[in-house]
């Protein structure tokens, strides 16, 4: 099974030009789209309910269970698979061993909620790992929404969709150009919280009941201007000579703690 | 200031050779010394009070003020400072973009405390990034000390220490080769708990004045069977799909709430 008839053997089919564009920001916006790779996230992908605009594959790479469990249920829901000669595949994909599929996938787009309750906001956020790792622990806290504001790195960047581990086809994002745009996004009444070793409240005693947008500022430069004078400063209490925390880790902690109070407080 | 009159100007050089061998880690333990660079790290252990073996510095590339500062006050103290040509500097340095000075430093050994109350155990931790930002998370949280298991990434691997932004200088590490050694370090009457996603009880519900031992296990694998058979599995609770946290993450949460009982629970 699974046998293709017509290998792509060429890095010069038009295909697979057009699906390496998707490596960069400026091409995944003109085309709407993004390259995903591998059986995991694929997998997370197709569960979502998001439907490949074309699969390559690689029958030699190809070699888990998994990997070609998903790419039969794809071909039987239609979608237009192609077999790629090792070589080719390997030029295609970004990762170092790669698993032998990859999807073109429309944008996610999901809907925003009308009353969100409890927003991730990342302010400048330069390192992907960082940026997926936020959006995979909003996910896991509850949050309804991740809006990414200026100066972050684009969402759809390879290394952050890996991080964010399948989150970004379940939960909605939105990019920003400006902080007008974010606040038209969101509830007048939303308050902010930024987290800020220099003080206000410690996090643990915000009532994270309470519409709430946790923003997450740039590990080298601090929040911007605009997240400063909007938001609330609070403080993760800290031992130690520490000065300050991962901004992943920050960020996910004032985000569990969020979810404790939302889980928890009477 | 700070003219060296003579400049080390070949990697053949026998202590550029020497200290290119602490990239691995059985040059590190040969010598019971690692190699750090950077001014900001460099700068954390010279406050902790670490006097380094030797110096090397590139004169062309220490811009910064704080890295002619801190080099001033490393000659003052006597310690043995080299001067080395741009070239080979960039080839003794690992990281991306070097600021220009680099120490040889002895293996930091602080003392364990007689009786620690909080403790992280990494358990097969692969991913240097993960391993550093667990060790930076143990300080700001107040732990004791950090108990580095069998099967986790060297704790003085050059990408941990980086993401570790000093807490290997200031809070007690013990590499250990298997878990006998492990438990004799640890009081008999310590609690272990591991992150669990499938039971337990929920990780905010833990009495964490207690004294406690916080396991973090391979995000590939999970916990290893000695971990699992010692400890008592906890939950993050977790809204959506989502299956599990990145390791460092659902570290840094569990290590976060045992710091807020531990300050706020009467």
Redesign the interface.
């Not at 996910?139 to 509850?142: L, Q």
């Not at 993760?236 to 520490?242: D, Q, R, V």
């Given at each position: 099974m699974n046998e293709p008839i017509d290998l792509i053997t060429s890095q010069e089919n038009p295909r697979i030009k057009a699906a390496r564009k998707l490596h960069t920001r400026k091409g995944r916006i003109a085309a709407g789209a993004l390259l995903v790779e591998g059986v995991r996230l694929l997998s997370d992908a197709w569960?979502?309910g998001i439907r490949p605009e074309i699969v390559f594959y690689a029958p030699e790479m190809l070699g888990s269970d998994e990997g070609n469990a998903l790419l039969a249920s794809l071909q039987e829901a239609g979608c237009a698979c192609f077999g790629c000669a090792p070589a080719v595949f390997a030029a295609l994909a970004e990762t170092v061993t790669p698993q032998g599929i990859a999807a073109v996938l429309p944008l996610p787009a999901l809907p925003m909620p009308p009353q969100p309750t409890l927003i991730l906001i990342l302010d400048g956020i330069g390192d992907p790992?960082n940026a997926g790792?936020l959006i995979?622990?909003a996910?896991?806290?509850?949050a309804d929404a991740v809006i990414v504001g200026p100066g972050t790195v684009d969402p759809f960047n390879d290394k952050v969709v890996r991080?964010g581990?399948?989150?970004h086809f379940?939960?909605p994002l939105r990019r920003c150009a400006g902080w007008n745009d974010v606040t038209a996004l969101l509830p007048a009444e939303m308050a902010w919280y930024v987290a800020d070793a220099h003080g206000g409240a410690a996090y643990?005693t915000v009532d994270w009941r309470q519409p709430s947008a946790i923003v997450v500022g740039s590990e080298a430069h601090g929040p911007s201007p605009h997240v400063s004078e909007r938001s609330t400063g609070i403080l993760?209490?800290?031992?130690?000579?520490?000065e300050?925390?991962?901004a992943?880790?920050a960020g996910?902690?004032i985000l569990?703690?969020a979810?404790?109070w939302r889980?928890?407080a009477v």
């Open positions: 569960r979502s790992g790792t995979r622990s996910e896991a806290a509850g991080a581990m399948g989150a379940r939960l643990d993760i209490p800290m031992a130690g000579s520490t300050s925390l991962n992943a880790i996910s902690v569990f703690e979810a404790r889980r928890t």
